[in-house]
């Protein structure tokens, strides 16, 4: 079977990456800072033979990254890194004059040094794999300039640019960085609570990930709205 470890995996997006992937026939490590929600995600997707660890806590922290890596090896290995965890800075967003430089900080731990730590640690095993791949799930508000998104879209502009230097460093694995673009999340919520506008579900930009991992197309920036054209 192989194996993905997914970060932010309790709900949204995370959550309904792992239940396709585990309708697949893959094996799960999954990730979230809340221990319920993610109990509850891990219980959702198991079945037909998957296994799935569930392991809460922090990628910030380093201790919790290598315990999620002990957890693929024990599963068998690591053939797809998914990071999908992610911190806005400041909730509700706020525009840059008034964003915390804490917030700010915690943004780009989270958002971009955790997600390369974790890859740091996975490259051992991604290196073992047939068909190693690693996700970074990226933001139109990385390339697009939007008012109060200035931070989190800041972080994912560097996420963006740490993938795209990955898969030049690492030309055997494949490194797809994807915008899914809007959906309806907690974390959007958190970002924008006035905002009712109603949002595809996250499950709907799912079989856009999953072509990528069906064709395994050239590393690069992926639109979930066109998987087939890099951005």
Sequence with gaps: MPVAIITGASKGLGRALAGALAARGW???????GAEPLKEAAEAVAGHGTRVTALPGDVADAGHRAGLLAAARALGGADLLVSNASALGAEPLVRLAELPLEGLRRALEVNVVAALGLVQEALPLLRESAAGA?????S????????TWGGYGASKAALDQLAAVLGTEEPWLRVWAV???DMA?????AAVPDDDDPRPAPAT???????????????????????????
């Design 140 to 147: 139109d508000a990385a390339a697009e300039a939007y008012g």
């Design 179 to 181: 915008d899914p673009g």
């Design 205 to 231: 930009v799912v079989p856009a990930f999953l072509r990528l991992l069906d064709e395994r197309p050239a590393s690069g920036r992926y639109a979930a709205a066109s998987p087939a054209q890099g951005r």
């Design 134 to 138: 690693v996700i970074t799930v990226s």
């Design 27 to 33: 094996d799960l490590v999954l990730d979230a800072r």
């Design 185 to 189: 999340t907690d974390l959007y919520t």
